[in-house]
């Protein structure tokens, strides 16, 4: 449970990190983080895995980079479902994406050594 917890915690530390180094990504305050962390994993649960499936001729074409594009899909579907988070645009989305991706993998190896 307690980890479940942390890496909800780190999920919204990383979109504050992504809101504060993408222009276009815009974030009210940490309570907004936590509530898009929620959204943005149950999007990971439930909506990527079947965009994923139905993109796969795409994603085997492009060699995976088309995995990208699925991610910033999954942002701005957050975006769309939090109040108080916007996303600009795709290209926003999509280094936002990156941004979040990288800070949470760096954050949770810190903290689950």
């Known amino acids: 449970m307690i980890s479940i917890l942390l890496r909800w915690l780190i999920t919204a530390v990383s ?3 992504a809101s504060y180094f ?4 815009v974030i009210v305050n940490f309570q907004v983080a936590i509530v898009a962390a ?5 999007i990971n649960a439930f909506i990527r895995p079947l965009l994923i499936l139905l993109t796969l001729p795409l994603t085997l074409l492009t060699l995976g980079l088309f995995i990208f594009v699925v ?3 999954s942002f701005i579907l957050v ?6 988070f916007k ?6 989305a999509l ?3 990156i941004v979040v991706s990288i800070t949470s993998s ?3 190896s810190l903290f689950n050594s």
């Open 15 to 17: 979109f504050l990190v």
């Open 22 to 25: 993408v222009p276009g990504i």
């Open 38 to 42: 929620f959204f943005f994993g149950l």
């Open 71 to 73: 991610n910033a899909i």
């Open 79 to 84: 975006s769309q479902v939090t109040a108080g």
């Open 87 to 92: 996303v600009d645009g795709f290209l926003a």
């Open 95 to 97: 280094l936002g994406s």
């Open 106 to 108: 760096v954050l949770n």
